[in-house]
């Protein structure tokens, strides 16, 4: 099994800084991607941003040139740099991991989610 277990979510003014970790343990062949989607209340969760193993990014329009995200491999762990804060940043961030756990076989894992609110 593996576990992501997120830390960093928070009350933020608007305009201001957070910063999301998460960390996948457990039986980790290997990592095709990590990222980060949020759902805000009455909506659809949609991805933020997301980084493959070899570096490539995507990040959802709305917060591109606002958060960063980042990985370290050697601890399998993912953050997310989250400046220029709006009310509408404001959502449950959930992390995942797309992950081989033996070999040809992968499956989406997903954190319990932490709670970012951004007030104005």
């Known amino acids: 099994q593996v576990q992501l277990v997120e830390s960093g979510g928070e009350l933020a003014q608007s305009g201001g800084s957070l910063r999301l970790s998460c960390a996948a343990s457990?039986?980790?062949?290997?990592?095709?991607?990590m990222g980060w989607y949020r759902q805000a209340p009455g909506k659809q969760r949609e991805l933020v941003a997301q980084?493959?193993?070899?570096?490539?990014?995507t990040y959802a329009d709305s917060v591109k040139g606002r958060f960063t995200i980042s990985r370290d491999n050697a601890k399998n762990t993912v953050y997310l740099q989250m400046n220029s804060l709006k009310s509408e940043d404001t959502a449950v961030y959930y992390c995942n991991g797309r992950i081989y756990t033996s070999p040809g076989t992968w499956s989406d894992y997903w954190g319990q989610g932490t709670q970012v609110t951004v007030s104005s």
């Open positions: 980084r493959t193993s070899g570096g490539s990014t």
């Open positions: 457990g039986m980790i062949l290997s990592i095709v991607s």
